[in-house]
């Protein structure tokens, strides 16, 4: 009897053991998963660092869209006056080089041309495309550490038995 429940004690010793052997492997899967979540969740195309890039993307362009409605109403009010005020049409076709029939036109040379204002349009503005880490790389990432923990415990058993 003493010796069957030796054997069982040592039975399952041996099942702890190889179970714990086993499952600390486990710990280099697990340890890729976590770098590949957290790398996706920072770095990743829809990361915290993408999605923060666009944002300020949208702001750019709202200022943008701001700065182009002032822009419209500036060239709107100059327009209204062009169309119904007689003395504003009269001093921009002035400003052209236009003037009334009998009007002689004396040309100062050395004096450049007349003050020409042309219509500003507002600015050009050019969309980035975010930074981030591409997927494969952040899978090779993970892979590797992964890897190295898996070696790392490896190495560790390998020492381990032969202490023992």
Known sequence: MLMLMSMIMIHRKTAVNINMRFSKYLIGVWAAIAVYTLFSFFTGPKGMSAYNQLLFER?????NI????????????ERNNLLYDHDTLLVYARQLGYGYEDERFIRIVGLGNTKHTPAVSGNMYIVKNPDYLSDKIIK???LCVGLLIFAFLFMLEVIDSKVY
Do not use: C, D, M, T
Not at 59 to 63: C, H, K, N, S, V
Not at 66 to 77: M, V
């Open 59 to 63: 702001e750019q362009q709202w200022a």
């Open 66 to 77: 701001k700065e182009l409605g002032i822009i419209n109403e500036e060239l709107e009010k």
């Open 140 to 142: 090779i990432v993970s």
